[in-house]
């Protein structure tokens, strides 16, 4: 639902960085998200078109990464990758979790760009 | 042409999180505790709320809320009944509250001081999934939940009860109509947040209230850690606060909770009550302490209630009480309630004070014979259910000897038109 909030602030925030770059053109965004940051992947892509319309990203394509939940799980003494979003449990000893490492990101990893020399 | 690829590794909600970090270290500069409370439309964030502010305030707690909606300011003017601060942010369109939107009402609020605060809650907009994304600088996110939604929400919305410091289960009331599975709700929003408090409640009854209470006295007051893992919360008394303090203080132990609240001062034995308005203040005073010594002090709207009059003095905006009354609550069951206070009143003062017991019985009769509905309310109280209960089985009994006797004299008087039905045989 607040995807094209979100799709907004990376116009923003992309179009700052391009002021390092002048009369460069932006070919991709690549975004790190992580499987619990409510964001969806689709919404996302197709707020992205319209969003960047009459801007430096219009025509450039979005590229998002989702990331896994990653939880610290103190029996096993390791960090363990979970398999869906139903549980919060270690998937090799089964006990409950709560130590979160990865899982909420909701980055711009990197932009790829094209320049004339 | 040259290709090239630039690392950003920026976080997209950057700025709202910086907005919300620096709001953060403000809340935690003034000392107050500031709660974001989430959940879908119609799980009773407001009725929850309302509870309370109304619960903390009667408890000396300096509060304020912030309400996020759509459109209306139905809910802020749900909430100000309660007597506390409260500013409506409507936003819109947009389907949740970020840090902008917090720092800007927080600015231009009149009369609202943060380091006058010991708790400030933002209710957000109705939704279980975009808030959780958004930071407003708040120390404990709180998810509600209702019986009536199913106990499968948490699996259903996992990045918004992940990512709480308390889930608050709504309408216990409800929960045998609803056949709620409690312990299945229970052990969903474990499996989705390990450690987490729950706290089931009904803004109605009262029920789970003081846990939470105690919860937020706990976390406000500045005591200790934060309740992770399996930690259990040691009750502890609410703390008090009065409105003079000049600073917020730390938990003050109360050994007992009957000294929270101060007795009610005595009206001038004797001398009477001066007026009708005076008389009914010290009765409605009574009964309001008396509901907050119960542990379910009234309702704003409750305890105006109790000044309406047909005739005879009564507060100025009683016609809007009486539509907000009439919008919210039961009648039959505020009845009873305020029954049930009024006789624990008579009781307390006739079982310790003479004077008390004198300034109750004058102040009804100063009430005299003007239509006042708590004479009513009064009247209703009468006697205990099982004195009225008794007499009605003695009046029951006199009925059928009255109903014999007169029978046994029409007989005696009558005796020719007594015949007697004797079967033909033949």
Known sequence: MHELSIVSSIVESVTESLAAYPGAQVKEVRLRVGALASVIEDSLLFCYEIATEDTPLAGSKLVVKILPVVMHCEPCRADVELPGLQSFRCPQCGELVADMRQGRELEIDSIEIEENP | ?426
């Open chain 2, 1 to 426: 042409m040259t290709t090239r690829i630039v690392e950003l590794r920026r976080g997209i909600l950057k700025k709202n999180d910086e907005l919300a970090a620096g709001l953060r270290e403000r809340f935690t500069a003034a000392g107050v505790l500031v709660l974001n409370l989430v959940s879908s439309p119609g799980t009773g964030k407001t009725a929850f709320l309302q509870r309370t502010l109304i619960e903390l305030r009667a408890r000396g707690a300096r509060v304020a809320a912030l309400v996020g909606d759509l459109e209306t300011d139905n809910d802020a003017q749900r909430l100000a009944a309660s007597g506390a601060p409260v500013r409506q942010i409507n936003t819109h369109g947009i389907c949740h509250l970020d840090a902008e939107m917090i720092d800007k009402h927080l600015a231009d609020w009149e009369g609202v001081e943060l380091g006058r605060l010991d708790f400030l809650f933002i209710e957000n907009v109705g939704n279980l999934v975009c808030p959780s994304s958004y930071d407003l600088g708040e120390r404990v996110r709180v998810a509600l939940l209702s019986v009536t939604e199913g106990e499968d929400k948490p699996l259903k919305y996992p990045t918004m009860f992940n990512s709480a410091d308390a889930a608050v289960i709504t309408k216990m009331d409800l929960a045998e109509p609803c056949s709620f599975d409690r312990e299945l709700a229970l052990k969903n929003i474990r499996e989705i947040r390990p450690g987490i408090q729950i706290f089931e409640t009904s803004a109605k009854t009262g029920e789970g209230m003081k846990a939470w209470l105690n919860y937020l006295a706990l976390e406000g007051g500045g005591r200790g850690a934060r309740l992770d893992g399996e930690t259990v919360a040691v009750p502890q008394p609410i703390p008090i606060r009065r409105e003079t303090a000049p600073s917020p203080q730390p938990v003050e132990a109360t050994p007992e909770p009957e000294e929270v609240f101060a007795e009610p001062e005595l009206a001038p034995s004797g001398e009477g009550f001066t007026s009708v308005r005076e008389a009914k203040e010290y009765l409605v005073g009574l009964i309001d302490d008396e509901a907050r010594r119960s542990g379910h002090p009234l309702m704003e709207v409750e305890r105006k209630m109790l000044y309406d009059s047909a005739k005879g003095w009564t507060l100025r905006e009683i016609d809007q009480v009486r539509e907000t009354f009439n919008l919210y609550h039961d009648p039959v069951e505020y009845e009873e309630k305020i029954s049930g206070l009024i006789r624990s009143v008579r009781q307390r003062a006739r079982a310790g004070k003479d004077r008390q017991f004198e300034a109750w019985t004058e102040a009804v009769h100063a009430l005299g014979r003007e239509k006042h509905y708590l004479l009513d309310l009064i009247a209703a109280a009468g006697e205990t259910p099982r004195l009225r209960g008794r007499r009605l089985k003695l009046w029951l009994v006199l009925l059928v000897c009255a109903v014999l006797a007169g029978v046994a004299i029409w007989m005696g008087l009558h005796p020719d038109e007594i015949k007697v039905y004797v079967p033909n045989t033949h």
